[in-house]
Nanobody, 131 residues
Framework: QLQLVEAGGGLVQPGGSLRLSCAASGFTLDYYAIGWFRQAPGKEREGVSC????????NYADSVKGRFTISRDNAKNTVYLQMNSLKPEDTAIYYCVTNRKTANPCGLRNWYRVYGVGDYWGQGTQVTVSS
């Protein structure tokens, strides 16, 4: 079964850090760009970050630039999202996604529009930033 599994979410105080992981099973992530999205209650899904297959190209939403870092370890078939200086507005369910296509969307300004319903989404991990 092809799937992505996110982990690493939790409750953290403002200013704290978390590292999310996105692990693939049933296929290798090596050839594919990976995106991270988040969705807060009552809000639309937001594209957070994207990383190309080789890790050379990354992209970030303006709201997380300078605080979040995306990386990947293809040997472990895993992509990470290091989140520092967390704010209450970062509270959301975080999802990773791939469309299993070799094209790299991460250099595009609107990279997040590439991903949709028919792609491979994880089940999500909850991040709550609160004192």
């Amino acid at each position: 079964q092809l799937q992505l599994v996110e982990a690493g979410g939790g409750l953290v105080q403002p200013g704290g850090s978390l590292r999310l992981s996105c692990a693939a099973s049933g296929f290798t992530l090596d050839y594919y760009a990976i995106g991270w999205f988040r969705q807060a209650p009552g809000k639309e899904r937001e594209g957070v970050s994207c990383i190309s297959s080789g890790g050379r190209t990354t992209n970030y939403a303006d709201s997380v630039k300078g605080r979040f870092t995306i990386s990947r370890d293809n040997a472990k078939n895993t992509v990470y999202l290091q989140m520092n200086s967390l704010k209450p507005e970062d509270t959301a369910i975080y999802y990773c996604v791939t469309n299993r296509k070799t094209a790299n969307p991460c250099g595009l300004r609107n990279w997040y529009r590439v991903y949709g319903v028919g792609d491979y989404w994880g089940q999500g991990t909850q991040v709550t930033v609160s004192s």
